[in-house]
T-cell receptor, first 113, second 114 residues
Framework: GENVEQHPSTLSVQEGDSAVIKCTYS??????FPWYKQELGKRPQLIID?????GEKKDQRIAVTLNKTAKHFSLHITETQPEDSAVYFC????????????FGGGTRLMVKP | DAGVIQSPRHEVTEMGQEVTLRCKPI?????LFWYRQTMMRGLELLIY????????DSGMPEDRFSAKMPNASFSTLKIQPSEPRDSAVYFC????????????FGEGSRLTVL
């Protein structure tokens, strides 16, 4: 099955700086890569996703890049704000063939004011 | 829609007791997932259903765990007998359709087994 590795496990940045979180996956057939944000004590919520026919996607201060050859994808947050502090999870799945969404281990992002 | 609704939000029980967690998916969603979250193991998929039928339960840790979905608007996850290592937050999530798309999580049920 799919295996998703996520790095780093914790990340501390100064407000206004950029943050980058990286994930690698094992199954070259995976074609859907979402990112979820989980604030303390809350549920995970989708913030952005990318499909394998696209190399990059942006939504305001967040962007995701995908390198299918290397089997890795990254989340980029620019101009970080304290409210960006949360745990971020990447995931990968065979979007068409099945539902098996495999999550990475999570990255705890702390944005210091 | 009120979103995915889970109950109870918190449960504290003693080892050996039966625990039943409940989930109501978003109306119209036909895929339902049960995840377990712990510090050590992160988010683990336990089982998922499509159109009320269990598709993959390979993530269910052992026979003490069982899940049912008797109709499109209700699912249960049962642990019998419960053990301290079952302590975790259990999330139910639903999605429209079988293909990829946003997974909507409930608020979670925090289980503590003493």
């Amino acid at each position: 099955g799919e295996n998703v590795e996520q790095h780093p496990s914790t990340l501390s940045v100064q407000e206004g700086d950029s943050a980058v979180i990286k994930c690698t996956y094992s199954d070259s057939a995976s074609n859907y890569f979402p990112w979820y944000k989980q604030e303390l004590g809350k549920r995970p919520q989708l913030i952005i996703d990318i499909r394998s026919n696209v190399g990059e996607k942006k939504d305001q201060r967040i962007a995701v890049t995908l390198n299918k050859t290397a089997k890795h994808f990254s989340l980029h947050i620019t101009e970080t704000q304290p409210e960006d502090s949360a745990v971020y999870f990447c995931a990968a799945t065979l979007g068409d063939a099945g539902n098996m969404l495999t999550f990475g281990g999570g990255t705890r992002l702390m944005v210091k004011p | 829609d009120a979103g995915v609704i889970q109950s109870p939000r918190h449960e504290v029980t003693e080892m050996g007791q039966e625990v039943t967690l409940r989930c109501k998916p978003i109306s119209g969603h036909n895929s339902l997932f049960w995840y377990r979250q712990t510090m050590m193991r992160g988010l683990e998929l336990l089982i998922y259903f499509n159109n009320n039928v269990p598709i993959d339960d390979s993530g269910m840790p052992e026979d003490r765990f069982s899940a049912k979905m008797p109709n499109a608007s209700f699912s249960t996850l049962k642990i019998q007998p419960s053990e301290p290592r079952d302590s975790a937050v259990y999330f139910c999530a639903s999605r429209l359709g079988l293909a990829s798309g946003e997974l909507f999580f409930g608020e979670g049920s925090r289980l503590t087994v003493l």
